[in-house]
Nanobody, 124 residues
Framework: QVQLVESGGGLVQAGGSLRLSCAASGTIFHINGMGWYRQAPGKQRELVATVTSGGSTNYADSVKGRFTISRDSAVNIVYLQMNSLKPEDTAVYYC??????????????????WGQGTQVTVSS
């Protein structure tokens, strides 16, 4: 059973920083891309940042220069360092990963997995 577990959310004042972590656990054969998405109240879920297995990154325009995504492939963890936070960054942040699980010794097909979400609240 593959799981993604996020941590690091919380309440911070505008201009502050937070670091989110997401650990993938279970019987994993391979992790392809990993990333962070967010969903604010009344809005659709949107991409924040992604990182490929080769280390290439992609960011939403709204977070470029403020957020940094990184991953430690040795322990299957992806991080999101968030600096210069703004009230409009307030949302539930979700971890995502494309994972091929090992099922009874057989490599399963690559599919999307999501974490349970962690709340980030930025006060003005």
């Amino acid at each position: 059973q593959v799981q993604l577990v996020e941590s690091g959310g919380g309440l911070v004042q505008a201009g502050g920083s937070l670091r989110l972590s997401c650990a993938a656990s279970g019987t994993i054969f391979h992790i392809n891309g990993m990333g962070w998405y967010r969903q604010a109240p009344g809005k659709q879920r949107e991409l924040v940042a992604t990182v490929t297995s080769g280390g290439s990154t992609n960011y939403a325009d709204s977070v470029k220069g403020r957020f940094t995504i990184s991953r430690d492939s040795a322990v299957n963890i992806v991080y999101l360092q968030m600096n210069s936070l703004k009230p409009e960054d307030t949302a539930v942040y979700y971890c995502n990963a494309q994972i091929s699980p090992l099922i009874a010794g057989t490599v399963g097909r690559l599919k999307d997995y999501w974490g349970q979400g962690t709340q980030v609240t930025v006060s003005s």
